[in-house]
């Protein structure tokens, strides 16, 4: 299995409080992306990195910041958590882009948030 | 925009049977790949099988196989020998210059 670790994995906070998730990787690998996964929803993604510092949006963006300052730490911020960001939040990695034969995607274990 | 469609939000199959999961997109570009992800009740998510745009030829992964029709974009899984294991829910996806787009699921039982 790749190595990715989700953490914390379960959280219930308040709304209007931040909460930070972090996805740590010993992989090596250049990509990582952050999703969450709703009934109805599938996976929808939230924000990617493509390197060090490298970051941009995805689909579902509003609401979310994220951070990578070191290849093996992606961190997702909810700077004022509200009840529409109670989720289930997946961090995955990748060696190469989309477009590359090495484009696939390593899950994490998830984290269940729940905003109250 | 780029979509991935399931319209099988549900499906059955008995044990030792066969099984097909349907899946269409929709993209604008010429070099993309397709995936097949299954996520039992752990919620680990676990890739099944993945097809690149530019072959011709059906992946196949032992008792997974799809069948890709590229100008219809299509891009259905088919099962065989269904096993209680293969109970989950199974995402398509596509990815090519822009990042992974996820259908909705298909949750699959399968019946002792």
């Known amino acids: 299995d790749a190595g990715i670790t989700q953490s914390p994995r379960h959280k219930v906070t308040e709304t209007g409080t931040p909460v930070t998730l972090r996805c740590h990787q010993t992989e090596n690998h250049r990509y990582m992306y952050w999703y969450r996964q709703d009934p109805g929803h599938g996976l929808r993604l939230i924000h990617y990195?493509?390197?060090?510092?490298?970051?941009d949006k995805g689909e579902v963006s509003d609401g979310y910041s994220v951070s990578r300052s070191k290849t093996e730490d992606f961190l997702l911020t909810l700077e004022s958590a509200t009840s529409s960001q109670t989720s289930v939040y997946f961090c995955?990695?990748?060696?190469?882009?989309?477009?590359?034969?090495?484009?696939?995607?390593?899950f994490g274990p998830g984290t269940r948030l729940t905003v109250l | 925009a780029q979509t991935v469609t399931q319209s099988q939000p549900e499906m059955s199959v008995q044990e030792a049977e066969t099984v097909t999961l349907s899946c269409t997109y929709d993209?604008?570009?010429?070099?993309?790949?397709l995936f097949w992800y299954k996520q039992p009740p752990s919620r680990q998510m676990i890739l099944v099988i993945r097809q690149e745009a530019y072959k011709q030829q059906n992946a196949t992964e032992n008792r997974f196989s799809v069948n890709f029709q590229k100008a219809a974009k299509s891009f259905s899984l088919k099962i065989s020998d269904s096993q209680l294991g293969d109970a989950a829910m199974y995402f398509c996806d596509r990815t090519g210059n822009t990042p992974l787009v996820f259908g909705k699921g298909t949750r699959l039982s399968v019946i002792a």
């Open positions: 990195s493509y390197g060090v510092k490298d970051t």
């Open positions: 993209t604008s570009e010429s070099d993309y790949y």
């Open positions: 995955a990695i990748s060696e190469s882009p989309g477009t590359s034969r090495y484009n696939e995607q390593f």
